[in-house]
């Protein structure tokens, strides 16, 4: 905490940033173009990071309609599913927070989590809106897939996007060429609410990308990105613990998440 590092400077505006005040609850869904982006793990980071840095109560949910990694990577019960939770969590979004205390689980830092399971598309969305009052913001981590139903109905009630790219050529290609689609399309003003997370999981990947031509290639769509760099600790694929996570990887996500919620506030 005492360093004059850059990176420790760069830390401390960057996390300004994520304490903007907000007068609306801010759902932010994290989405991926296809599967083995990261995307579960970049929405367990941007959660745990909101939830560190706000004084308000922070929301992670699991649109996954089965059996979502996000409850698990975050090490809470992912027990009983969304299908038994959801009409007791609606029941009590006129009162506060002590009402979801029976409910829903939390992190060892605060982070209040939204468990998975239920083959309707839209209920992770109704719930997750349903709870907007309570929670200054709310990360949805959708299932993989841009045309997914649950998926599209997260990413319409959000108020931005964020976009999970692997980290590697294949990856920066796929993410690209779905954002000049949404562009030729007609839709580009949608992508006002983006934000690319190039997501660096594999060293080997990470080798092959140079960062410049990727960010360069995808700002072509006036779309910003971060390149969140490659963590040993969160490529283990096992539980996240914050305080394992690299300092360049944990400033970088919180780029991530100021982006993320400077595109939400201005929904």
């Not at 941007?46 to 059996?67: C, G, H, I, T």
């Not at 997260?154 to 108020?159: K, S, T």
């Not at 007609?186 to 092959?208: F, I």
């Amino acid at each position: 905490m005492f360093t004059s590092s850059r990176a420790t400077r760069a830390l401390a505006d960057l996390a300004a940033e994520v304490q903007v005040p907000v007068h609306t609850g801010r759902r932010i869904a994290v989405a991926s173009v296809h599967g083995g982006a990261g995307k579960t793990t970049v929405a367990a980071v941007l959660a745990s990071v909101f939830a560190a840095r706000r004084s308000d109560p922070v929301l992670a949910a699991d649109a996954d309609p089965y059996e979502g990694s996000l409850t698990w990577r975050l090490g809470v019960p992912s027990e009983p599913p969304l299908d038994r939770l959801a009409p007791d969590l609606i029941a009590a979004r006129g009162g506060d927070l002590r009402a979801l205390e029976p409910f829903l689980p939390r992190t060892g830092t605060g982070l209040w989590v939204l468990p998975s399971g239920t083959a309707n598309p839209t209920l992770c969305s109704d719930v997750t809106r349903s709870l907007s009052r309570l929670f200054a913001v709310a990360v949805v981590d959708c299932p993989p897939g841009l045309e997914s139903r649950t998926a599209a109905a997260a990413m319409a009630d959000a108020h931005s996007v964020v976009l999970v790219a692997g980290g590697t050529p294949d990856g920066v290609r796929a993410t690209y060429q779905a954002l000049r689609r949404i562009i030729d399309s007609g839709y580009g003003s949608w992508l006002a609410r983006v934000v690319v997370v190039l997501n660096a999981s594999n060293p080997d990947g990470r080798a092959a990308l140079v960062d410049d031509a990727a960010r360069e290639l995808i700002e072509q769509t006036g779309v910003p990105v971060v390149v969140l760099p490659y963590d040993r600790h969160l490529a283990a694929g096992a539980l996240i613990t914050p305080s394992r996570i690299g300092e360049a990887t944990l400033v970088e996500a919180t780029r991530a998440a100021a982006f993320a919620l400077a595109a939400a506030r201005r929904m």
